[in-house]
């Protein structure tokens, strides 16, 4: 590969540092049409630093904010009008769920039939693929727990596919783009039956949710699936915003009033029991979700103007964890709240993992296989795919069962078809199989159900909970964190009493804990506050090192030999990695960092810079161990008027959820066509 293509430019010191927005706008310029050509660029010697620019504000006026949080196990949307952000309401509950919850997500459940075509979402698609005959069922597609999968590939692109219940696959962007279209048509519809004046003439602007811990890809991922499902158009892309799901929780939490959560630190527990010999993880949701039956028929939630009560307790500089407990992932977020604007400044880069509830429903199936052999489930999850769903929601409403201080047995009952099955493939009965596997902790019941002992609960959830309770272990242990007074518990996971007792027995004496009353929805109450203001989030750190690579001139002693390229008789060292941000950098909302550029040749019609990214920052060169090529810049250019070099200046943003980049020819003013690119590497 040529030498011009891998170096972007030479490193300008002058420019190396973030720039906070100042006072000399660029005068506003016609767009100049993209074409395709050549991908060559030369460096440009240094030249003085540009002044900042203004950050960009979208202009457009929105009628409505639709927030859509997608999670692994249960997704929903909810929304408030602009002319009234102080209302936010929760989606309208569509066909299936269980009887009494007035506002439930709907499962992350995708039905496809056998031509791929879109079938149902949700309780609808759980229910008529039960509904299947076996041998029918197996030529349709039924995704759930899909979202993992983006958090999982390393290598993610618009071609990555999913794998069906039946073992058939098709590309994730498209399944992505089913289940947002399913949002989308629902939203809007409810919006039109509660105002149909709204959506005359003004955008949506929408919000989507996903964890803190994904990288750039994937967020880049879930933008694209947007565009295909029609939510937004690729030439509007500020009417959608991603949000970060423990961010979006920590914005909701600011707004709270005390009769709004629940404080596990304000009882005295032992072993999970009352002083008054209660046990507080049953009874407290228990009221909760008394409370907001009564409360919430309107599915309506009024949010505070200001800040709510819980923030008058806390001093200016006091800080707090936001631990969002999900199906897929646990993401924590420090924040510091700044009064007295209310405005939220991240203290340490966001940290998690593959920590969700799932987890406790893949210690199930483990367990599954070492009693009945993990060659009989896939061969059972193969030919029986829907009877292995209601197998796993048998489960799921039995996990969400499960407290501390549970003396008996939990019930699961085994499709008849497992039973069947099981003894045709084994030639004995499943009690047998019970039997001669050891395991004192499952029991066999005459009515044809698993009895799961309170030991074994415990050892399905252990590890699972293991894992988060040392995670937030191992942050609060970090200078940045320490003296945090609050840990907000939040996601659908923070709704166990299992998860509940663990983490107060561990971490109640440090700091208090408190989790949200319907805490289920905190995430999209507040990515709906979030599409309202998203400037809320003043400060953010950034999770790794960006840069690209750049050519310094040559000094012996100090760069290796092997670096060194002779070019038109001067020396260079080449692969110098010219950082953009460090890990762990604060950067605020508006700052930017600028680069200029040049073509190679005159009459080129096109830029490419490749970017590198690192968890450290103690890097020199893009060859370094740990530094990965993870997307690229691309600067479409204008036709050249004249024969001068051209100098394009490139301003890129790292303060938002995503990075955002625009170019300028700096000769006519003229805006540049500039795309930056994580999906195609």
């Not at 929105?62 to 929903?76: K, Y």
């Not at 995708?110 to 197996?138: M, V």
């Not at 505070?304 to 707090?320: C, H, N």
């Not at 107060?504 to 995430?523: E, F, H, K, M, W």
Request: hydrophobic content about 40%; some cysteine.
């Amino acid at each position: 590969m040529p030498w011009h293509l891998t170096m972007a430019a030479l490193l300008q010191p002058s420019m190396s540092k973030l720039q906070s927005p100042g006072n000399d706008p660029v005068p506003p310029s016609p767009s100049c049409s993209p074409s395709r050509n050549d991908c060559s660029i030369a460096p440009l010697t240094p030249s003085p630093s540009p002044g900042p620019a203004l950050r960009p504000r979208a202009a457009r006026p929105f009628s409505v904010v639709i927030a859509i949080d997608f999670g692994t196990t249960s997704s929903g949307y909810a929304f408030s009008f602009t002319q009234d952000p102080e209302a936010i309401h929760m989606m309208r509950r569509w066909e299936g769920g269980d009887p009494g919850v007035a506002n439930q997500k709907s499962p992350t459940c995708l039905l496809l039939t056998p031509d791929l075509r879109f079938h149902s979402f949700g309780f609808a698609a759980r229910d008529s693929y039960h509904d299947l005959d076996p041998e029918e069922a197996q030529n349709w597609l039924y995704f759930d727990k899909f979202k993992m999968k983006i958090h999982s590939t390393s290598d993610l692109t618009m071609e990555t596919e999913l794998e069906a219940v039946s073992g058939q696959k098709v590309r994730a962007i498209e399944v992505f783009a089913h289940a947002l279209r399913f949002f989308r048509q629902h939203a809007l519809k409810e919006i039109k039956d509660q105002s149909s004046s709204v959506l005359e003439g003004m955008p949506v602007r929408w919000v989507i949710t996903v964890p803190a811990v994904w990288r750039q890809p994937a967020k880049q991922f879930m933008r694209e699936a947007a565009y295909l499902a029609g939510l937004v158009s690729p030439e509007n892309p500020e009417q959608l915003l991603i949000a970060l799901e423990p961010e979006a929780a920590s914005i909701y939490c600011r707004k709270l009033r005390l009769h709004q959560v629940i404080d596990l630190s304000s009882r005295l527990i032992t072993n999970g029991i009352e002083g008054d010999g209660s046990r507080p993880f049953d009874s407290s949701f228990r009221q909760a979700r008394e409370q907001l039956r009564k409360a919430r028929h309107s599915r309506t939630f009024l949010v505070e103007s200001g800040t709510g009560e819980l923030w008058s307790e806390m001093q200016a500089g006091d800080r707090y964890i936001v631990a969002d407990c999900g199906g897929g992932t646990v993401d924590l977020t420090v924040h510091q709240i700044e009064q007295p604007q209310g405005t939220l400044k991240e203290l340490y880069k966001a940290s998690g993992g593959p920590y969700g509830a799932v987890g406790v429903d893949m210690a199930f199936e483990a367990m599954l296989c070492q009693i009945f052999g993990a060659d009989f489930i896939e061969s059972f999850k193969a030919k029986r795919p829907a009877a292995w769903v209601d197998l796993t929601i048998a489960f799921e409403a039995r996990k969400r069962t499960a407290s501390p201080g549970r003396a008996t047995a939990l019930n699961i009952t085994l499709p008849f078809s497992f039973i069947d099955f099981y003894k045709r493939h084994r030639g004995h009965s499943v009690e047998t199989a019970l039997r001669k596997s050891n395991m004192n902790i499952v029991k066999w019941s005459s009515q044809g159900m698993l009895r799961l002992t309170p030991e074994a609960m415990n050892e399905l959830f252990q590890p699972t909970i293991n894992n988060i309770v040392r995670h937030i272990e191992d942050m609060m242990k970090k200078p940045e964190v320490q003296g945090v007074r609050f840990l907000f518990l939040v996601g659908g996971f923070a709704e166990s009493p299992m998860l509940q007792q663990a983490v107060q027995a561990v971490l109640g004496r440090s700091c208090r804990i408190i989790i949200p009353q319907d805490v289920g929805l905190t995430i999209l109450k507040g990515a709906v506050l979030f599409g309202l203001d998203p400037t809320v989030v003043r400060v953010r750190r950034c999770p790794v090192t960006y840069g690209v690579g750049v050519l310094n001139r040559f000094v012996p002693g100090r760069h290796p030999r092997d670096k060194l390229l002779v070019k038109d008789g001067r020396e260079w060292c080449t692969d110098v990695l010219d950082r953009f941000v460090s890990v762990d950098q604060s950067v605020a909302l508006g700052e930017v960092v600028r680069r200029s550029y040049t073509p190679a040749r005159s009459g080129q019609r096109k830029i490419i810079i490749n970017i590198y990214c690192s968890t450290t920052d103690d890097v020199v060169y893009i060859t370094d161990p740990g530094v990965r090529k993870c997307g690229a810049i691309t600067l479409d250019l204008p036709e050249a008027t004249g024969s001068e070099r051209r100098e394009i200046r490139a301003t890129m943003q790292f303060g938002d959820t995503e990075i955002k980049v625009t170019a300028i020819d700096v000769a006519t003013n003229c805006s540049v066509r500039a795309n930056i690119d994580f999906l195609s590497n």
